[in-house]
């Protein structure tokens, strides 16, 4: 079964610097997606970043950015910059390739952004 | 836009109660999905449709029931509430599996 597993409940960032939020993933499959979605406390889930896993390349959304080590199952998301607007639920999603089925999250990151 | 849109946007249910919670999107996606959350947690699948007259089971699909007669609509039925399907409950679409989810507002649901 897949997993997905979010280590850091809550993070904390001053404006203007950077975080990063881990994300780790456990899969037989080969082909995926990945996703960070953000909750802010208006309860919407928007998403963020998508990575599919056939990529190399790390996907980057401007001041979102993202490092893929598939090998590791491994996928962190970078904030940039960041600003009071980040602060919300941040929750890793994992769904394998053609499959409508089956869109597993983590159980989330509380980021705060202090002054 | 209105994307996708869900309705109420809260609920109080007594045990026993049924109601259903309304889920439409205006975008022409073919997949619809629901979701619950509880607190602390991520979400889980409840059910899933790939297009109009079409359902399956998701992860958590116990004590609901869905039906998808037109594209746009895709209600989520309790029949018999329970304490346990107090949640936050999300609807979500997509153009096809490969592409994104688009999620609504959510609904917060509880059974006292």
């Known amino acids: 079964a897949q997993t997905v597993t979010q280590s850091q409940p809550e993070m904390s960032v001053q404006e203007a610097e950077t975080v990063t939020l881990s994300c780790t993933y456990d899969t037989s499959e080969s082909d995926y997606y990945l996703f960070w979605y953000k909750q802010p406390p208006s309860r919407q889930m928007i998403l963020v970043i998508r990575?599919?896993?056939?990529?190399?390349q790390n996907a980057t959304e401007n001041r979102f950015s993202v490092n893929f080590q598939k090998a590791a199952k491994s996928f962190s998301l970078k904030i940039s910059d960041s600003q009071l607007g980040d602060a919300a639920m941040y929750f890793c999603?994992?769904?394998?390739?053609?499959?409508?089925?089956?869109?597993?999250f983590g159980t989330g990151t509380r980021l705060q952004v202090t002054l | 836009n209105a994307g996708v849109t869900q309705t109420p946007k809260f609920r109080i249910l007594k045990i026993g109660q049924s109601m259903t919670l309304q889920c439409a999107q205006d975008?022409?996606?073919?997949?619809m999905y629901w979701y619950r959350q509880d607190p602390g947690m991520g979400l889980k699948l409840i059910y899933y449709?790939?297009?109009?007259?079409?359902?399956d089971k998701g992860e958590v699909p116990n004590g609901y029931n869905v039906s998808r007669s037109t594209t746009e609509d895709f209600p989520l039925r309790l029949e018999l509430a329970a304490p346990s399907q107090t949640s936050v409950y999300f609807c979500a679409s997509s153009t096809d599996s490969n592409q994104p989810q688009h999620f609504g507002d959510g609904t917060r649901l509880s059974i006292l």
């Open positions: 975008m022409n996606h073919n997949y």
């Open positions: 999603a994992y769904r394998v390739t053609g499959t409508a089925s089956k869109l597993t």
């Open positions: 990575q599919e896993a056939y990529k190399q």
């Open positions: 449709s790939v297009g109009a007259g079409i359902t």
